[in-house]
């Protein structure tokens, strides 16, 4: 059993940042990828980043792509989205979730979700 609490959403302005954590339960952290996926009212939830369990490799949406950085810390059981340069369509909540096997721009290779956090960016 895997729990994922995310945290750091907020309110942030047009061209501002924020970091986004995940603290996962168990053990075992230190041998799943992680990804990061959002969903903003109306729409489906979409694929944001995603990092191997070493780190060693990282993913992301075109959307994102040099704005948005995923990072892992498995000395703290944590997976961080640095988000720079928000704009107001980032607004959406954002969840975690722990890899299982597949292609990890895939909602359906994520077995493990957290209850997510709220992004909202004004213009």
């Known amino acids: 059993q895997v729990q994922l609490v995310e945290s750091g959403g907020g309110l942030v302005q047009a061209g501002g940042s924020l970091r986004l954590s995940c603290a996962a339960s168990?053990?075992?952290?230190?041998?799943?990828?992680m990804g990061w996926f959002r969903q903003a009212p109306g729409k489906g939830r979409e694929f944001v980043a995603a990092?191997?369990?070493?780190?060693?490799?990282?993913y992301y949406a075109d959307s994102v792509k040099g704005r948005f950085t995923i990072s892992r810390d498995n000395a703290k059981n944590t997976v961080y989205l640095q988000m720079n340069s928000l704009k107001p369509e980032d607004t959406a909540v954002y969840y975690c979730?722990?890899?299982?096997?597949?292609?990890?721009?895939?909602?359906?290779?994520?077995?493990?979700w957290g209850q997510g956090t709220q992004v909202t960016v004004s213009s």
């Open positions: 990092i191997t369990w070493t780190g060693g490799a990282t």
């Open positions: 168990g053990r075992t952290f230190s041998s799943y990828a």
């Open positions: 979730a722990k890899a299982g096997s597949g292609n990890y721009y895939y909602r359906g290779t994520y077995d493990y």
